[in-house]
């Protein structure tokens, strides 16, 4: 983790220098078969990262071609062009400095596709590039990594769009299967089906058809498996998030902030097909969290969902809120030279983003680097001794430690509650809802009172959570006391274990000759009682001579 600090600031010093600028505005414009969708961004290239300061978008139903020519229809056009240019004027507001813009399967498969994207140069400016599925797929890939930590381990990707369905198939590194087919819920809404509520036969009937136009595909992706693995699924775009937000208020009464990360299980998925399959417009429509061109198409979307994870025997799906927009911006990074490689990004995409929330509030980055460093080392040393909890748990004690002291950018009077507050709703990418909680938790913890059952939401966490945050603050406690000055006093700590007398001996080796760090030593003393009481030790701290 220390390299990965220094990687970061050698690289964003290298990015600083040859884009001679700290920030790029940047708009992206996925011009899909039932929605234009449109992410305004910032990017730090010292980073690199991005921070989306704007989303837009317009339900323009592009996909509602003529049925004899199979041409975009007049309406579909110029709903289309108007959201454009609403599109065009937002960015324009927040100083965008490019529009980057893609159109998919609609506008692909339309013999007057390309006098659309014309006439959209002609009537805006915008040029929209025509991209392949295949390539619709590498894009959702990069953007979906962007905001998601697959630690090497395999991750299907479905994207349900309203004409094609992307599945891909990859590990943190280059994809190793993109598809892309055509069965949309706009596509199939309009091909399949004709009664209000459906009829059982044409239900019959459209599983049937997806069944079959998905079954190459996925046959094709499950031989990309080594064998033995067993992959999770990750679910992007709005018919997933409609069948989240319906089960999130079925079941927690609220949407979760952030949504990232949501779980279905595919139990869950059949009851809400079963349920929806038995609705009219207007009763769907009734369905919390539906809006009424999303009603008209969200039983095709389901389906599509149902039988793909049943060919996958996958039996859950996590939300994932980034997808082809944002894997636009990836894209357009890797293109101008913001990104080394496509791994490189991915491997880092959590601490990236930890470092882009401190410079966001303003954290003293020397300061909390050495603050994590003694955190790790103290989490290290008496790891198998005094604690058994592994590199995932160091991770998370990493993140709290760099940002425990974010909340003073709020103020500094129980800044460790701004902290808490200002992590659980920051954009950290990559982490889980419950890996937030307990980031936000620990850095909560870092003074003050030690957590307590009567403290909410730390009182509704599992036992085994609540016992992490306990053991991690008391680290990170001890870690915060050891830089009181916030000047590097201390160069380096020696954890030794007394067993037969239960104590901790700190050994510590000052920075600089002649200092007695008289201030660190009373703050680690101060400090030491929630680690003591927690661990059942006693903390013995020394300081070692100055040697030249």
């Not at 369905?165 to 809404?189: M, N, Y």
Request: glycine share 6%; net charge neutral.
């Amino acid at each position: 983790m220390d390299e990965l600090n220094k990687n970061f600031k050698t690289d964003g010093a290298n990015l600083a220098t040859v884009h001679g600028k700290e920030d790029i505005i940047l708009a992206a414009i996925d011009i899909g078969t039932n929605s234009i969708h449109m992410v305004v961004v910032r990017i730090d290239p010292s980073l690199p990262a991005f921070t989306i300061i704007a989303r837009e978008k317009d339900t323009v139903r592009l996909g509602d071609r003529d049925a004899k020519t199979g041409n975009l229809t007049a309406g579909a056009i110029s709903r289309s062009l108007a959201a454009l240019k609403r599109c065009q004027d937002l960015a324009t507001s927040l100083k965008a400095e490019h529009i980057i813009a893609v159109a998919t399967s609609a506008t692909r498969e339309a013999p007057n596709g390309n006098k659309f994207l014309e006439q959209i140069k002609s009537e805006t400016g915008i040029f929209v590039n025509l991209i392949s599925g295949p390539e619709e797929a590498r894009r959702i890939y990069l953007g979906v990594l962007s905001g998601m930590d697959f630690n090497n381990n395999p991750h299907v990707i479905i994207d349900i769009g309203g004409g094609s369905t992307e599945l891909i198939l990859g590990d943190s590194q280059e994809p190793r299967f993109l598809s892309s087919t055509k069965v949309g819920a706009v596509r199939l809404t309009q091909d399949f089906i004709t009664t209000d509520p459906i009829s059982n036969s044409e239900l019959l009937y459209l599983r049937a058809y997806v069944r079959g136009m998905l079954e190459r595909p996925v046959d094709q992706l499950r031989k990309k498996l080594q064998p033995g693995e067993i992959p999770r699924l990750v679910g992007t775009s709005g018919t997933i998030e409609t069948l989240a937000t319906i089960h999130a208020l079925e079941n927690l009464g609220s949407v979760p902030s952030p949504f990232h990360g949501y779980e279905i299980s595919l139990k869950n998925i059949k009851e809400i097909v079963k349920g929806l399959a038995t609705l009219n417009y207007a009763q769907r429509l009734a369905i919390g969290g539906m809006n009424d061109k999303r009603a008209e198409i969200i039983l095709a979307g389901s389906v599509i969902l149902l039988e793909a994870m049943t060919m996958l025997n996958i039996d859950s799906i996590m939300m994932c809120e980034r997808a082809l927009r944002e894997g636009v911006i990836v894209d357009w990074m890797l293109t101008h030279g913001l990104i080394d490689s496509r791994l490189a990004f991915q491997s880092k995409v959590r601490p990236r983003s930890v470092m882009k929330i401190a410079r966001k509030y303003k954290v003293n980055l020397d300061y909390s680097e050495r603050v994590a460093n003694f955190s790790l080392s103290i989490f290290d040393q008496i790891k198998g001794i005094l604690h058994n909890w592994g590199e995932a748990e160091r991770e998370l004690l990493w993140a709290a430690a760099f940002l425990h002291n974010c909340g003073v950018y709020v103020s500094h009077s129980a800044h460790h509650k701004h902290s808490y507050y200002l992590i659980r709703n920051a954009e950290l990418l990559g982490f889980t809802e419950i890996e937030l909680e307990i980031i936000a938790n620990i850095a909560r913890y870092h003074r003050k009172s030690k957590p307590k059952k009567t403290h909410q939401p730390y009182s509704n966490l599992p036992h085994e959570y609540r016992k992490m945050i306990k053991q991690l603050s008391a680290i990170l406690r001890l870690g915060i006391g050891l830089d009181r000055r916030q000047i590097g006093a201390i160069k380096k700590l020696d954890c030794k274990y007394d067993a037969e007398y239960q104590k901790l001996h700190l050994r510590l080796i000052p920075a600089y000759p002649n200092d007695d760090c008289a201030l660190e030593l009373w703050s680690l003393d101060y400090k030491k009682e929630v680690f003591e009481e927690e661990y059942g030790v006693k903390v013995v701290a020394t300081l070692e001579k100055f040697l030249c």
